[in-house]
């Protein structure tokens, strides 16, 4: 064999030999530091989809509704009463002396008397002109009160209108179908809406009550944008525009009992996200289990859980 042919291949051989050290040393575990672990709740990781549209799905074989907008009571004035009644009225008994003047002489002659017991002399004419006036004044009074108090009591009819009381006797229902608004009268008040059968709307009272029983649940198209997805789901009450709904292994959930577990399940930590650096490099993780010590392992730049590794004194530091 060539000399020269069998130093070449002992050359390649050493080179692929260090080659392949070198490749099997880059591709083993290495160890990282810890930087941070922070754990991941199920609400942090939680998907929506936005609703961006409503339409509600009417039964096609049930009677259509129509929206009552407006109730006016239609009233009728009552008929006035008269009331009459017999009542006891009193009255001042008539007076014959009206001025007093039989109390008032009296009272001045025995004011008078009792004056003129008083003093003597001068004295004795001033005290009784001055008994005299004050006994007229009292007598007068004495008389008055005696007169105010002389009353009798008849009976007389007393009678007044009473005005009469208004009464609903119907009510004006405006209604709207199709964009359209129309009036209808009504014994009662029908509430929120009203059945329409071959275009005329129900009034029967009974028959609308039979309508409304039998009426079909209203279901909603309500259209949504789940990532750069748009799609619909039908439910039985409609969200507003703009409201997220909840998103679970890339479906809706419309379920109350499922969304009722889901919500219940969402302060569970369900992952941790760890900061680690190796050499100068700072990365991020996301891992299923929270790392034990201080230091993670990385191979082919994945982070790899401890039971993974074979043989821990391979560790590439």
């Not at 050290?21 to 991941?40: G, H, N, Y």
């Not at 059945?195 to 009550?209: H, L, N, R």
């Not at 507003?240 to 909840?246: I, R, W, Y």
Request: with cysteine; hydrophobic share 40%; proline share 4%.
């Amino acid at each position: 064999m060539n000399k020269q042919l069998i130093i070449g291949l002992c050359i390649g051989g050493l080179v692929a030999t260090a080659g392949g050290a070198l490749a099997l040393k880059d591709s083993s575990p290495k160890a990282a530091d810890i930087v941070s672990i922070k754990p991941i709740t199920a609400a942090m990781e939680q998907e929506y989809a936005q609703v961006v549209n409503i339409i509600e799905v009417a039964d096609p074989n049930g009677p259509r509704f129509a929206a009552v907008v407006d109730v006016q009571p239609v009233t009728q004035r009552g008929r006035d009463e008269e009331i009459c009644e017999t009542v006891t009225v009193t009255h001042q008994a008539p007076v014959k002396d009206e001025n007093q003047i039989a109390g008032t002489a009296a009272g001045a002659v025995i004011g008078g008397v009792l004056g003129n017991q008083v003093g003597g002399g001068n004295g004795k004419k001033v005290a009784t002109v001055a008994g005299a006036v004050v006994g007229g004044i009292i007598g007068k009074n004495v008389q008055a009160n005696h007169q105010a108090k002389q009353t009798y009591e008849t009976t007389e009819r007393q009678c007044w209108i009473e005005p009469g009381q208004d009464k609903v006797v119907g009510y004006d229902v405006t209604y709207q179908i199709d964009g359209q608004s129309a009036l209808v009268r009504m014994g009662y008040n029908p509430g929120k809406e009203l059945p329409v059968v071959g275009g005329e709307v129900v009034t029967d009272k009974a028959e609308i009550k039979r309508l409304s029983s039998n009426k079909a649940p209203t279901s909603y198209e309500v259209f949504y944008v789940y990532g750069a997805t748009e799609s619909s789901i039908l439910m039985p009450k409609a969200p507003k525009v703009g409201d997220l709904l909840l998103v679970k292994d890339g479906q809706v959930v419309t379920d109350a009992k499922r969304l009722a577990e889901i919500q219940a399940s969402q302060n569970q930590v369900v992952a941790y996200q760890v900061t680690y650096k190796l050499g100068n490099k700072v990365a991020e993780a996301r891992m299923t289990e929270k790392p034990q010590g201080r230091v993670i392992y990385v191979k082919n730049g994945q982070v790899i859980a401890d039971t993974d590794l074979k043989d821990k004194e391979s560790v590439s530091l």
